[in-house]
């Protein structure tokens, strides 16, 4: 098995690269790094390549990078990979700040680019807008999110945080409660991308933002069940659902097996679970707009 420890960035396609630019440096608050004709590299403003934009006829999440430990062996990597029928393939300088990463597909077919180092880009330049800490997670909708499940804790070392019921899964490859999640629906895409705030009064912030901006919150501000993290989301230009979050749930020792304990919870400890969807979702907060639950049918 290969062990993931972290999400990287993105790669998102879309066939307007300059209006997600703008998106990104000027609500989201990234900061670009380095820009080529077809592609973008943006970086959160404490250094780490956040998301990558490319050129592209329909706008999709088509690459999802991951960090592993540096030392990881590539070499063994690749005979994994192939004992379980899954090709690879070794890349050099795919990335500004990443020297080499080992790609594979997944079931979706969106790439997986491991990588073992890193370098910063971007430091001293200011960031606008929202200015996020980081890129969270990412969430797919899916035929068969068992099947993912098992794909992503089998081949890179995820483990189940919880379940909705049977068609919503959150899967952790850190402390983090969830950085991949997948979702059942009629067609496979990205349903959201998240990335981290600092905390509740940053969130506020995002909201005056968005109203500033006349961007419609599509669901929230309000406090998940499954993660219990603050949450709101609203569409980008390329009508992507974004989320923002604050406060996600932690376990901190996997060998304890439940997350570090908080005054929302309702389970004590609150240990990995399956959630009725009758719970709806929230701790506190509104319901779903439809334009949020539009994204999985
Ligand atoms: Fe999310």
């Excluded at 403003?45 to 050129?55: A, D, F, H, I, Y």
């Excluded at 406090?223 to 604050?246: C, K, S």
């Excluded at 901190?252 to 979702?281: A, C, I, M, N």
Aim: charged share 25%; proline share 7%.
């Amino acid at each position: 098995m290969i062990q993931v420890r972290r999400i990287g960035h993105a790669t998102l396609e879309t066939p307007d690269i300059d209006r997600q630019i703008e998106y990104f440096t000027g609500i989201v608050g990234l900061v670009l790094a380095e820009r080529e004709k077809d592609r973008a590299f943006l970086a959160s403003k404490l250094g780490p390549l956040t998301v990558q934009v490319e050129r592209g006829d329909v706008p999709r999440c088509a690459r999802l990078a991951f960090e592993v430990a540096p030392d990881t062996d590539f070499a063994a990597a690749e005979r994994f990979l192939a004992g379980e029928g899954i090709k690879s393939e070794r890349r050099n300088d795919a990335n500004p700040g990443v020297r080499t990463m080992l790609s594979l597909n997944d079931p979706n077919g969106v790439a997986i680019d491991l990588f073992p180092e890193w370098t910063p880009l971007a430091l001293g330049k200011e960031a606008r807008g929202i200015g996020v800490l980081k890129l969270g997670h990412l969430a797919h909708v899916v035929e068969d999110p068992r099947k993912l499940a098992d794909f992503y804790c089998r081949i890179l070392g995820f483990r189940v945080s919880d379940w909705i019921e049977d068609w919503f899964v959150f899967l952790r490859c850190g402390a983090d409660h969830h950085t991949v999640n997948f979702v059942v629906g009629k067609q496979v895409k990205m349903h959201h991308m998240a990335f981290e705030l600092k905390d509740w009064a940053h969130l506020q912030t995002a909201c005056e933002v968005f109203g500033q901006r006349r961007i419609p919150i599509i669901w929230g501000p309000g406090r998940h069940t499954a993660g219990h993290n603050l949450f709101t989301y609203h569409r980008n230009p390329d009508d992507q659902i974004v989320e923002l979050f604050a406060e996600l749930d932690l376990m901190k020792d996997e060998s304890l097996g439940y997350f570090e304990p908080k005054p929302w919870h309702r389970d004590h400890p609150q240990r990995p679970k399956v959630w009725q969807g009758s719970e709806g979702g929230v701790i506190w907060g509104p319901p779903p707009t439809p334009d949020y639950v539009r994204q999985r049918q």
